[in-house]
């Protein structure tokens, strides 16, 4: 005897749960009648008209995905909300979401909501799904700038860009590439060599990131045996600013801090970006070519300059001490490209939180008001001695000037020479050339030191010293 087989369940979509509801409100059909045109069981079309509130509601709010055939609400439906919610924020400011980024976020919120909680790919799909989201075409630049852009001290939240506005001061970030002298002294430019430095700051003046220096030479020998990733900066054998890789950089580190930040920096850099992966938590906004406004404001970088002329004067002027009859020039020609990114580490740590604050906030790059007493306070600079302060400004800011015929404007020699400049390699010290140095400064110390303060530093120099020693 053949069974016969159960009636086949045909579910209905959410359209078309719409369209039973139209015929049932417009035309003189029975719920039967329905029924038999959808094919399905009276039963069915009594539930609908049941729920017909809710089904309403989730056809006008335009996310839900009406192919749906049954809702079926999630485990974690606050969570789904709470994604959701984000994700239309995130929309609304044209950043480009995507399924890392929700899957993260997802994370995020079930960890402040204290539910245990680990999103997967299948989840996201039927998140996805629920919801009828989907991601569209991706847009990394964002445009540009307004040509004119806002007068110097009459700043205000009205006259931001609109871009900028859906950033808060704390993540917006400016950006510039600057030419750098490293070994100019005053009245003898002539055995000056040119390396390229990255500066960036948030608008805060609270976030600085590394220094990136472009150098002469794929391997100065100065490197040797340098392990790169215990320096203070970076550096980079080109040049050139490596924009990609440091981009690339910049997104990964912002991505790990669950942050979307913008980053303003000149047309031309951006022009100049061909090939630029996408980018998913740094939105760049370049500035229109016409505008006079800096990415990074020009006060930042005056003062930047000014604390790396002022340390490398002292620097020189030690070596002078130990040298009875060495000039100036002589003394900077031992200066490395080492020694440069050392120097451009301490001066850049010494350019105040508060001169960047009130200069993004005089350029119109952030909200604010700045007391102009604050600002000129901020931006004043020590002056070695032997120099007045009109002669120290035009040296710390020698670069923008036409160079003369003793100033040459990079280094074109050849490895020989480097070689000549800076000596054949030296050994590596080991770590008892560290101890004995370490006990001659302290040595030093105690025979001229006038602080006792100094010796706090000292301790904890010395100790870091020990620890790398014993590994």
Not at 242 to 260: I, K, S, T, V, Y
Not at 323 to 344: N, Q, W
């Amino acid at each position: 005897m053949e069974l016969s087989s159960k009636k086949k369940l045909h579910a209905l979509s959410l359209a078309e749960k719409i369209q039973v509801l139209e015929l049932l409100d417009e035309s003189k059909m029975s719920q039967s009648e329905v029924a038999r045109r959808f094919q399905v069981s009276q039963p069915q079309i009594s539930r609908i008209c049941k729920n017909k509130e809710k089904l309403l509601a989730d056809w006008c709010s335009g996310t839900a995905n009406r192919e749906r055939k049954r809702k079926r609400e999630s485990k974690y439906s606050g969570i789904d909300e709470a994604l959701l919610c984000w994700y239309h924020i995130a929309r609304a400011k044209a950043w480009d979401v995507t399924g890392p980024m929700l899957l993260h976020k997802a994370k995020e919120l079930a960890d402040i909501m204290g539910q245990d909680f680990v999103p997967s790919i299948g989840w996201l799909v039927r998140w996805k799904r629920r919801n009828n989201v989907g991601f569209g075409a991706r847009h990394v630049l964002a445009p540009s700038f307004p040509p004119e852009p806002p007068p110097p001290g009459l700043t205000s939240q009205a006259q931001l860009p609109l871009s900028l506005k859906d950033f808060s001061p704390e993540d917006v970030f400016g950006c510039a590439e600057l030419p750098l002298l490293y070994r100019a002294v005053p009245g003898d430019l002539g055995a000056c060599d040119q390396v390229q430095v990255l500066l960036c700051a948030n608008s805060r003046g609270t976030e600085k990131r590394r220094v990136l220096l472009g150098g002469l030479q794929s391997a100065p020998r100065c490197f040797f045996g340098v392990r790169s990733e215990a320096l203070p900066a970076s550096y980079h054998p080109d040049l050139g600013i490596p924009w990609l890789e440091w981009l690339a950089q910049f997104d990964r580190d912002m991505g790990q801090q669950g942050r979307q930040v913008a980053l303003l920096l000149a047309a031309r850099v951006v022009e100049g970006l061909a090939g630029l992966p996408g980018l998913y938590h740094v939105k760049l906004l370049p500035l229109a070519a016409s505008s006079t406004t800096p990415p990074l404001p020009s006060s930042v970088v005056r003062a930047f300059k000014a604390h790396y002329r002022h340390r490398l004067l002292g620097k020189l002027a030690a070596i002078q001490s130990k040298r009875d009859g060495t000039s100036l020039a002589e003394a900077a020609a031992g200066i490395t490209v080492l020694d440069a990114l050392h120097v451009a580490s301490a001066a850049w740590a010494k350019v105040p939180p508060q001169l960047i604050f009130s200069s993004f906030v005089q350029e119109g790059l952030a909200p604010g008001k700045t007391p102009p007493s604050l600002h000129k306070a901020s931006e004043t600079q020590p002056v070695p001695s032997g120099l007045s302060l009109e002669e120290f400004s035009r040296f710390a800011d020698l670069e923008g000037e036409e160079p003369g015929p003793g100033v040459c404007k990079e280094e074109t020699g050849t490895e020989d020479e480097e070689g000549d400049r800076e000596g054949a390699f030296e050994p590596l010290p080991t770590k008892a050339d560290a101890l004995r140095a370490l006990g001659t400064l302290r040595r030093w110390f105690e025979c001229n030191s006038t602080s006792p303060e100094l010796f706090e530093k000292f301790y904890d120099c010395e100790e870091e010293v020990e620890r790398l020693c014993c590994l």
